[in-house]
């Protein structure tokens, strides 16, 4: 029999199996935690799991105490469908791992939403947060797309309805690693390969429900009074570019940035760029790093 908190199952490229399997609804989220001090929880994007934090996430274990997971439908994690929140998720995860004291939230598109929403609902239980390409913020048109990039997303949707997920995996690498205005290709090697990996897995992953968070508007942002800094890959899709200044400016005493050179996935793609604003933020919070010094990554 596996040792409580073991899940079965191979390792996947470049991530060690985890050490911790968290129930939550009909859910057993996969989960990593190392290191001491002040908890930093890791949410990852939509199109990966939660080896897109490998760097940042490595540097933070030096000197804290490093989490991070995957949620339903990614990576590790194994879940049958229901109608589930992503922010219980979140919170089932924060009290396995996290102990008494409240998390900084670290996330990435879909798991910057998540971040916002857990601070809004449980402000006792988080910190801080770090915003990287956050979605929400109300609203569910359809931004208008220059011709380029509703071109790519027309193609993605056609590839999707005709069930060809290599072609849709490969589009969402433009999209999202490259980024929509960049060069095909711009990113390559190890990278793009995990990349494909880690999406491909999601495209292939069994329905896990719907979830019922409600989201959130910009107009609540204001209630929060915490720490947090919002930032955005320059080669990222304008419109979310656009709502990372709009949230930023939202949120009281927030800091914001713009990292040059990078799309959506900054962590992934080029971890040195968001190692050392991450350790900074840390740094400025009284107590939560240790004495030990990280590496930028």
């Not at 990435?108 to 971040?115: F, K, P, T, Y």
């Not at 990287?132 to 027309?154: F, V």
């Not at 793609?269 to 240790?290: H, N, Q």
Request: glycine share 12%.
């Amino acid at each position: 029999m596996l040792p409580e908190h073991q899940l079965p199952g191979q390792q996947l490229p470049g991530h060690r199996l985890p050490g911790h399997s968290i129930p939550s609804g009909r859910a057993r989220l996969a989960a990593w935690a190392d290191g001491h001090g002040c908890p930093v929880v890791f949410l990852h994007a939509n199109v990966c799991d939660s080896r897109m934090w490998q760097a940042p996430w490595a540097a933070v274990q030096a000197v804290g105490r490093a989490i991070a997971y995957d949620r339903r439908g990614f990576g590790h994690s194994q879940a049958q469908a229901e109608d589930y929140s992503g922010v219980a998720d979140l919170m089932a995860v924060i009290a396995a791992l996290a102990g008494d004291a409240p998390a900084i939230l670290v996330g990435c598109s879909q798991g910057g939403r998540i971040a916002i929403e857990a601070a809004l609902r449980h402000p006792a239980a988080i910190r801080g947060l770090v915003l990287i390409a956050p979605s929400g913020g109300g609203g569910t048109a359809e931004p208008a797309h220059p011709p380029a990039i509703a071109s790519l997303l027309a193609r993605q949707q056609a590839a999707l309805a005709a069930g060809e997920l290599e072609q849709v995996n490969a589009i969402k690498a433009r999209l999202w690693l490259d980024g929509p205005l960049a060069p095909e290709g711009r990113v390559q090697g190890p990278v793009r390969q995990l990349f494909l990996a880690m999406n491909g897995l999601a495209l292939r992953a069994p329905p896990v429900g719907a979830n019922t968070d409600a989201g959130f508007g910009l107009e609540r942002l204001g209630e929060l009074r915490l720490p947090c800094l919002v930032m955005a890959g320059a080669l990222d899709f304008p419109h979310i570019q656009d709502r990372c200044r709009r949230i930023a400016a939202a949120i009281p005493g927030a800091s914001t940035g713009l990292l040059a050179g990078v799309a959506h996935l900054p962590s992934l793609e080029r971890p040195a760029v968001v190692t050392p604003p991450l350790l900074a933020f840390l740094r400025r919070l009284s107590g939560c790093l240790s004495g030990r010094q990280a590496s930028p990554g």
